[in-house]
């Protein structure tokens, strides 16, 4: 993925699949603002390309490159189906992303939507109940907040300690 990243003085590309950044790297592979609507679809069982098209209204040569990438990068795999008739299903390393999808819900249902206004919820199939929110934990299992957490770069003293 190339992006577009200001340096101060000029524009240039900027591609993210050699950074040393777990987030940049993520950003490589699901940073492209179709990427994630096509998984979190594949997510509610679409698995065509038509029913890809029709639900998000993507134009189809953007849909063509969108699920290369998702196949080629180990997210959907793709299976003939027939004919020319394909079908996109998510892999394991590609189910994992529920956890992404989920946040980003439940961040944007937090602070990007009127309140009182009707969204999409996120629920548990057995029961119907909304999801509680997201927690991070650390390896003792206490609640952690942002201000209990820090990138730890490779060359930080502390970085080994475990």
């Not at 577009?4 to 492209?32: P, T, W």
């Not at 189809?60 to 079908?87: F, P, S, Y």
């Not at 998510?90 to 946040?103: F, M, N, P, S, W």
């Amino acid at each position: 993925m190339q992006l577009l990243c200001y340096d101060g003085f000029s524009m240039k590309n900027k591609n993210f699949a050699q950074e040393n950044c777990a987030i940049a790297r993520c950003l490589e592979v699901v940073g492209h603002w179709w990427t994630l609507l096509i998984i979190r679809e594949a997510f509610s069982g679409v698995s065509k390309f038509g029913d890809f098209q029709s639900r998000l209204g993507i134009a189809r040569n953007i849909l063509t490159v969108r699920l290369k990438k998702l196949v080629e990068d180990g997210i959907l795999q793709m299976e003939n189906t027939g004919g020319q008739r394909r079908e996109y299903f998510l892999t394991d390393k590609g189910r994992e992303l529920i956890y992404v999808l989920v946040a980003l819900s439940q961040w944007g249902n937090k602070w990007l939507f009127p309140s009182g206004r009707p969204i999409p919820r996120l629920v548990d199939k057995q029961d119907l109940l909304e999801l509680a929110p997201l927690e991070i934990r650390s390896r003792n299992g206490r609640i952690l907040s942002n201000n209990d957490i820090e990138f730890l770069s490779p060359d930080n003293k502390h970085y080994e300690k475990e």
